[in-house]
C-alpha cells in the first residue's frame, strides 16, 4: 500500500484519514490533533467544497441516502431494498453510463483536483510564512529587542550569521525582486 503524508506534520503513514465533511481526497490527518491545527485554514474551503457536493448531488438528482446497488438508508440506520418500477433502465445502458462518468472522472476531476491541490499547498506555504513573520514581529515588540543577531539561509543550506542593528524597520519580498520597507506595526 502506498505511504501518503499528513496535510499538517507530512509524517507519511499507510492509513490517514480525511476530513469527514467535504471528503477530500487531498487532505488527509494522521491525527485528531493535525486536524485541529489545520481547522482554521481547512474550514473555509471545506464549507465551500461540501456545499458544492451537496448541490451537485442534488443537480444530478443523486440521493446520498440511497446507495449504488439500489438500496436505501431509512431512519434507523437499517437498509431497505429501492425497485424503481418507472425507470427500466437495462443493464448495458447502465455501464455506457458508469464507463462516461469514470471517464469524467479520470479526464476532469483528477486534473481539476491535482491542480487545486497544487494551488492550495502554495497558498499554505504561503500562509505558513506569513504566520511565522507575524510570530517573529510579535517576539521582537514583545522583547523589544534593539538589536538582533540570527542565522540565515544563503541557498544550498548554507547559513551564515547576520546582524541586524535596528529592529525598529522590516523589509518584506513582495515578489518580482522587490521588497517593501515596513514598519513593525505595519
Not at 161 to 172: K, L
Request: with cysteine.
Amino acid at each position: 500500500k502506498l505511504m501518503e503524508k499528513c496535510s499538517v506534520c507530512k509524517e507519511k503513514k499507510v492509513t490517514l484519514q480525511r476530513c469527514s465533511r467535504c471528503k477530500d481526497p487531498g487532505v488527509l490527518y494522521c491525527s485528531v490533533t493535525c486536524q485541529r491545527k489545520d481547522w482554521p485554514f481547512h474550514k473555509v474551503y471545506c464549507k465551500i467544497r461540501a456545499e458544492k457536493e451537496e448541490k451537485k448531488e442534488e443537480d444530478l438528482g443523486v440521493n446520498p441516502k440511497v446507495k449504488l446497488d439500489g438500496s436505501k438508508v431509512n431512519q434507523s440506520g437499517g437498509v431497505e431494498q429501492v425497485i424503481d418500477y418507472e425507470r427500466n433502465v437495462t443493464s448495458d445502458e447502465n455501464k455506457i453510463k458508469i464507463r462516461q462518468y469514470e471517464a469524467f472522472i479520470e479526464d476532469k476531476l483528477k486534473v481539476d483536483l491535482d491542480y487545486n491541490i497544487q494551488q492550495r499547498e502554495k497558498l499554505y506555504k504561503e500562509m505558513s510564512n506569513y504566520m511565522e513573520l507575524s510570530n517573529n514581529i510579535k517576539m521582537i515588540q514583545s522583547q523589544k529587542k534593539k538589536k538582533l543577531t540570527s542565522l540565515t539561509d544563503i541557498g544550498c543550506k548554507f547559513f551564515v550569521q547576520t546582524e541586524v542593528e535596528d529592529t525598529s524597520m522590516i523589509f518584506i519580498n513582495v515578489g518580482l525582486g522587490f521588497h517593501v520597507e515596513f514598519t513593525l506595526e505595519e
